[in-house]
């Protein structure tokens, strides 16, 4: 397929335009020099950077831009296809494959004739195969597969998840809450020595964090996304004390902290006031 017929192909449901594109991009001779440098590394952080702005659109509810973003994330997986075409060792045939026949086991209340009368069901039976899949791969630990390149939040709430399926995890609120707070009162231990072991204290940090995760898990919140919203809000109201700052005609250096917390109070006031 020529550049000019690429170029001018009307958008359409057939993913043979894209596939095209990318393997011109990746041609030895005529391809594109950035194009073809990249390897399976290298360009794993521009996936992770699509699949957030993926997230960022539809938190933002910016719908109108979700297909664009959308089809960034595809083009990385597009990508990774064509890497593997051209060592030999999958394509895109084979990865399509390979979904829609790992989404056909994992739902036999669907394609099969397992019956479920709810979604618990069907997420107890996901769970079920999926150790099935671990076991046939000589993976036995419910551990097992938690991807590592996770972001630390999602990957404790994962492992935490993982755990709480054999029975490891607290069944009420109470004693998930006093964990956080013995592991604030361990952190402040650490601290209020005279000679702080810096190691100690982030240890003892990691250990709270881990344990304010899993207090979000026992509430049903995501702790990934209600951190990413909390730094939403962070943004929002400190560029509102910016701006305040601006109109005081001072530099935001110039202001104490007690009069910055005043603009952040009325920021906050602000947001509460009807519109």
């Known amino acids: 397929m020529s ?17 095209a594109i990318m393997a011109k991009l990746r041609d030895p001779k005529h391809g594109c020099p950035w ?16 699949a957030y702005e993926v997230a960022d659109t539809i938190e933002r509810m910016d719908l109108d831009e979700l297909p664009d973003e959308l089809g960034d994330l595809l083009f ?3 990508f990774y296809c064509q890497l593997g075409k051209e060592q030999g060792l999958f394509d895109f045939d084979e990865v399509v494959k390979r979904i829609c026949a790992k989404l056909t086991s994992r739902h036999p209340h669907v394609f099969g004739d397992i019956e ?26 419910v551990l097992d597969d938690v991807p590592v390149g996770l972001p630390a939040l999602s990957r404790a709430a994962k492992i935490q998840k993982r755990v709480a399926r054999v029975g490891f995890d607290w069944g009420e609120l109470p004693p998930v ?27 003892e940090m990691g250990d709270l964090l881990f344990a304010v995760v899993n207090m979000a898990r026992h509430l049903g919140v995501e702790p990934e996304q209600a951190l990413r919203r909390a730094n939403q809000k962070f943004e929002r109201r400190f560029r509102g004390v910016e701006e ?13 902290l007690a009069e910055l917390d005043g603009f952040w109070d009325q920021v ?6 009807p519109r």
Do not use: C, M
């Open 3 to 19: 550049t000019e017929i690429i170029a001018n192909e009307e958008p359409n449901a057939d993913i043979n335009p894209l596939l």
């Open 35 to 50: 194009d073809k440098a990249q390897r399976f590394e290298t360009i794993v952080p521009f996936t992770l950077e699509e």
């Open 76 to 78: 990385q997986v597009v």
């Open 116 to 141: 479920v009368s709810s979604s618990k069901e069907v997420k107890d039976n996901w769970e079920a195969i999926k150790a099935s899949e671990r076991k046939a791969k000589d993976k036995h630990s």
């Open 177 to 203: 809450v006093a964990k956080v707070e013995e592991e604030i009162a361990e952190v402040l231990a650490e601290v209020q020595v005279d000679s702080p072991d810096q190691e100690r204290v982030a240890s």
């Open 244 to 256: 305040l700052a601006t109109l005081g005609g001072r530099q935001l250096t110039d202001y104490s």
């Open 268 to 273: 906050k006031e602000q947001e509460k006031s």
